[in-house]
C-alpha cells in the first residue's frame, strides 16, 4: 500500500502557512493607519518570509507526490497530476507575492501610502488558500488511488 499522507500533510501546511501570512498582512494593514506605522515594515518583512516558507513547502509537496508517483507507477498520474499543477501555479504566484511583500515593506512605515498594495496581496493570499483547498479536495481520489495501488 502506498502512502499518500505526506502530500495531505504538505498541503494542509501550505494552508496553514498562507493563512498566516494573510493575517500578518492584515495585521501590517493596521499598524499602516494607526498611530505605529513604523511597525508595518518588519511584520510585512514577517509576511514575506512566511509566503516564502509557503513556496518551499509547496517544492516538499511536490516532491512527496514525485514519491508517492513512485510506489503507484502509472497508475494515479492523473490524480497527482492534478494535485502537481494546482502546486506548480501556487508556487510560482506565491515567489511573486513574497517579493511584493518585501517590496511593500519598503514604504510601508508611511502612513496610507502602501494600503492599496497590501489589500491587494492580502486578498491574493487568500485566494491562494482557496486554491490549496481545491488541491487537498483533489488529494481524496489520489488517496482512494494509492491506497488500492500498493
Do not use: E, H
Amino acid at each position: 500500500m502506498c502512502n499518500p499522507d505526506p502530500v495531505r500533510n504538505w498541503l494542509i501546511g501550505i494552508a496553514a502557512t498562507i493563512s498566516a501570512a494573510a493575517i500578518t498582512i492584515g495585521i501590517a494593514i493596521a499598524f499602516n493607519v494607526s498611530l505605529w506605522p513604523y511597525l508595518a515594515p518588519p511584520i510585512m518583512f514577517t509576511a514575506a518570509g512566511l509566503t516564502g516558507i509557503a513556496v518551499l513547502w509547496c517544492g516538499f509537496a511536490i516532491n512527496a507526490l514525485n514519491v508517492l508517483d513512485a510506489c503507484t507507477g502509472k497508475r494515479c498520474i492523473g490524480q497527482s497530476g492534478n494535485i502537481r499543477r494546482v502546486l506548480i501555479a501556487v508556487g510560482t504566484v506565491l515567489g511573486i507575492q513574497a517579493t511584493a511583500c518585501v517590496i511593500v515593506a519598503l514604504v510601508s512605515a508611511v502612513p496610507f501610502l502602501s494600503q492599496p498594495a497590501m489589500w491587494v496581496i492580502f486578498g491574493a493570499l487568500f485566494a491562494q488558500a482557496a486554491l490549496v483547498l481545491t488541491a487537498i479536495a483533489f488529494f481524496n481520489n489520489l488517496a482512494t488511488c494509492a491506497r488500492s495501488a500498493g
